[in-house]
Every structure is written in C-alpha cells, then in structure tokens.
C-alpha cells in the first residue's frame, strides 16, 4: 500500500508527457552554460539561431499552453511541472531537442507557438493515459487485498466463504450447519450470505477494509463524477472518521456512489485466469454478456473512458487496460476465464459481476 500512496503523491503528471525527464531530474549536472542560457529571453519564432529550443522558451511555451487549457488541465500542469527549477528545466529541455532530433516529436518550427500548439495538443491524450495507468494501479491494490483477505480464510474469498467464516466476518446468526461455502450447482457460485452480494458489502467488510487500508484506491481517476462520493467515505475532518465506522458486519456497507469497480464471483484464488475485477462501465452484471460502456452512458459510463475502453485485473493479480475483445460471449479474457478449471467449486467459471449500483 505504501508503493500506491506514493504513486499518488507524484500526481498524474509523472505519467504525462515529459515523465521521463521529471523522473531522471537529479541524476546528472547541468553546466554553468545551461544556467546561463535558460536567463535569456524566449524566442518566439525561428530565426539565423534558432536551432533548438533553450530552458526559457520551453518554460515559455508551457506557460502559454497553460492559457489555452481547460482549468482542471491547467492547474494540474502548473502544479507538477518545474517551470521554476532551472536545474529540472534544463534537462526537460535537452530531452525536447533530443525528441526533435531523432523525429519522434515534429514542429512546425522551432519556436514557443510551435511548441506551445504541440502541448495542447497532446497533453490531454497524455492526461487520459495517465489516468488508466493510475487505474490499473488501483486495480492491482485491490487484488493483493483479496488475495490477502483469502490467504486469512483458508484461500476462499469473501463469497465463498464457510459458515464459521461467515459468523466471523458477516452475520454471527449463521448457524454451522448452513449451506454457505457450498457449491450451488451453477457454475462455479457458492451459497453466499447476501451481504456480500453488492460490491459495497464486500469493500465494507472489516478484514478487507484493512488489507485495503484507504477508501481512496477504489476511485478510478477516470471516473470523476463519483470522486466527492468517495471522498465522503474518507471524511470526518480528514482523518478517516467515516471510512473506520463503515461495516458491513454492522449493516453498514460502503456506499456504491463511491466505487468505481466491480468484482466476479467467479474468481478464485485457485484458478489464476480468473477475471477478479473491472472497472464499473460494464454494460451488464454479466462478463460475457456486456460491452464496455463509454462516458456518454449516464449511468454506466465513466468520463475518462471512451465506448470499448475498461480496465481489468486477473485473480494472479496482473491487471491490464482493456478493450472491447477482451469481454462479451467471444472475448479473449472470458474464454481463459470461463475454461479455467480448480478451487473451491467444479464447473465454468462464472461471469457473474457485483457492480456499484
């Protein structure tokens, strides 16, 4: 969990497009005349010496790509960029000139309106790839705490889950002799307490919520709109006061207007091809019955996600952007999962999803 708060504090411009060189700021030293030539004047259009471009005209250019970005965008650059390290600046200069030398980036000229049409340009596809890598990250978080949930329970995840292990976790009333934890001759599925139905039962059990540890990593930086919602989850002052007094134990699960993700029921921890979790634009409660749905969906859709975009992560725990092939009765990912053969149950794996509605 400390690799994910530490993600987080980078901020979503690490993934942007000059990562590499915030990244590599610090490994080596700049000249004296890298310092001297950043206290010039920008030069706004090519002229005799004009060859490449200098520390102060890339600060230039991004201060007038800032003026034509939405406010979210532009707070955000200014934010992470280093416009005020010269140090910083100097090598995200010389890794411009070096892009431009080997063609992988192409102006017009060389010169601050070239260079600032260039990142208005490309920043948000930077941006939008940030955010899915930032989700697949979350997606990965969200394996290791079920994975370490079933490591507590004897492999079994929290819907397949033993009468015993039920009063533990979810409802002291189970008596022993219940059919929890039993095959339910459909699929793979096992009897399951009801409480672990909706996604927001199982995140809202106590042994998950502290293999997760924040509320924050089941919020997809694709998915905006259901930010202040999670957030509420954390609140009290700031200091988790909402998030400890969540319990579904206690008939309190989390609340769904603050997740992005879904779980399978299907998965298990003996069958690695298994898909674990997704993003919540899933057209249907059923893997192989669903597409991904894009952000024009007002209930479904996620605003950083386009029509046949998601993210997905396998019960091995490798997580993956997806898109529309992986899903549906013919994906690549539902063949591997539905054939995978092993656990707590025999037959197909179950496509079957607990989505945050």
């Known amino acids: 969990m400390r690799k994910y ?56 250019a991004f201060e007038k790509a800032a003026g034509r970005m939405p406010p979210d965008l532009k ?15 100097a090598e995200m200069t010389e890794y411009v000139n070096a892009e431009l030398a080997n063609g992988k ?13 260039y990142l208005v340009t490309e920043l948000p596809k930077a941006r939008g790839t940030a955010q899915r890598v930032k989700c697949v990250n979350n997606l ?18 929290p819907w397949q889950l033993t009468p015993v292990q039920v009063r533990n976790h979810l409802d002291a009333s189970v ?9 339910a001759g459909v699929d793979n599925l096992m009897f399951m307490h009801q409480k672990v139905f909706s996604v927001g039962g199982v ?40 998030w400890n007094n969540y319990s579904t134990k206690g008939n309190k699960p989390l609340p769904h207007a603050g997740i992005s993700y879904g779980l399978c029921f299907g998965a298990d921890t003996q069958r690695p091809t298994t ?18 749905a894009g952000a024009e969906d007002a209930k479904r859709g996620m605003a950083g996600l386009q029509m046949g975009q998601g993210q997905m992560v ?18 690549r990912m539902i063949k591997a999962h539905i054939n995978s053969r092993g656990g707590q149950a025999r037959g197909n794996a179950s496509t079957r999803m607990a989505l945050p509605y």
């Open 105 to 117: 980036m192409e102006l017009k000229e060389i010169s601050v309106d070239a260079l600032a049409d």
């Open 175 to 183: 008596v022993a002799n219940s059919n929890f934890g039993r095959a």
């Open 275 to 292: 898909i674990l979790g997704t993003t919540r634009n899933l057209s249907a409660d059923e893997l192989a019955k669903s597409i991904w």
């Open 5 to 60: 708060i530490l993600l987080n504090l980078t901020g979503l411009f690490v993934f942007f497009l000059f990562t590499c060189m915030f990244i590599s700021c610090g490994k080596s030293g700049k000249s004296t005349s890298d310092s001297e030539e950043s206290s010039k004047p920008p030069t706004t259009s090519v002229g005799p010496k004009a060859t490449k471009f200098t520390p102060q005209m890339v600060v230039a």
């Open 203 to 242: 995140f809202g059990m106590a042994a998950v919520k502290a293999e997760l540890q924040t509320p924050k990593i089941l919020i997809s930086p694709c998915d905006p709109g259901r930010k202040v919602a999670n957030e509420t989850i954390f609140a009290g002052g700031g200091n988790g006061v909402n």
């Open 314 to 331: 396998m019960m091995d725990g490798s997580a993956r952007q997806s898109s529309k092939d992986d899903i549906g009765e013919a994906g």
């Open 75 to 89: 707070a955000e650059m200014m934010k992470e960029i280093p416009l005020k390290d010269p140090a910083k600046m």
């Open 140 to 157: 990965t978080y969200i394996s290791k705490a079920m994975i370490g949930f079933s490591q507590d329970n004897n492999g079994r995840l």
